[in-house]
């Protein structure tokens, strides 16, 4: 099993903690911290956390980031919000540009990402099948699952976790969940991959050196 830093969340930052265990993972000797990858994001507290900002950061220290995403980035980047409005249902749209400091502003900043050399993107949905093959190669996986759904509630609740173990049976993984009980959090494999599965627009990214 992957031995990675494990970190909470301390509120609508779950990505922002994924990406914090990432690179303490990838790159400890950096002695990176939650609140410095927060200040390289962007991040205003209370909103969602869009990683452009601080992917780019990422790859300019040596990190590859390969995504997978539904998301058309081209056409946000080349359009705005408008082009993200066009790529996404309009309730997931809806829910960006309300938890989105400046959705204008944030796609200024999605070529950054684009254009990078260690950044590779699949506009697809991911499969599990991809899931367990970006986790078996170098690097760390994390994934967007429904956290409702994760914690057999009713309703939906957008949320990402880092992968740590796929087994026969189960899978470990991080869950930056508020309270910090979430490390190494272990579920039977069929009910994770459901839930992941069951997903319109899963996410999957792999960091990797």
Same mark, same amino acid.
Request: negative net charge; charged residues 30%.
């Given at each position: ?54 992917? #780019? ?33 309009? #309730? ?5 540009? #309300?938890?989105?400091?400046?959705l204008e502003e944030e ?17 697809? #949905? ?66 994770f991959r459901t839930v ?14």
């Amino acid at each position: 099993m992957k031995q990675v830093p494990y970190h909470g969340n301390p509120g609508n930052a779950c990505a922002l903690a994924c990406y914090t265990m990432a690179a303490q993972y990838l790159l400890p000797e950096k002695h990176f911290t939650f609140e410095r990858l927060a200040e390289k994001a962007d991040w205003h507290k209370g909103y969602v956390v869009w990683g452009f900002r601080l992917w #780019k950061w990422l790859m300019d220290h040596g990190v590859h980031i390969v995504d997978y995403d539904t998301i058309d980035y081209q056409a946000w980047a080349d359009n705005g919000a408008e082009g993200l409005r066009a790529s996404v249902p309009p #309730k997931e749209f809806e829910f960006y540009q #309300k938890n989105t400091f400046d959705l204008e502003e944030e796609s200024k900043r999605v070529s950054l990402m684009l254009d990078h050399p260690n950044f590779s993107y699949k506009k697809q #949905k991911p499969t599990w099948g991809d899931v367990v093959r970006e986790h078996n190669l170098p690097g760390i996986v994390d994934v967007t699952v429904n956290k409702r759904h994760l914690d057999r509630e009713e309703g939906f609740v957008g949320h990402r976790v880092i992968l740590l173990d796929i087994t026969d049976n189960e899978v470990v993984f991080h869950d930056p969940n508020r309270d910090g009980s979430g490390k190494e959090r272990r579920e039977p494999l069929e009910h994770f991959r459901t839930v992941f599965e069951a997903q319109s627009e899963p996410e999957l990214a792999r960091y990797y050196l």
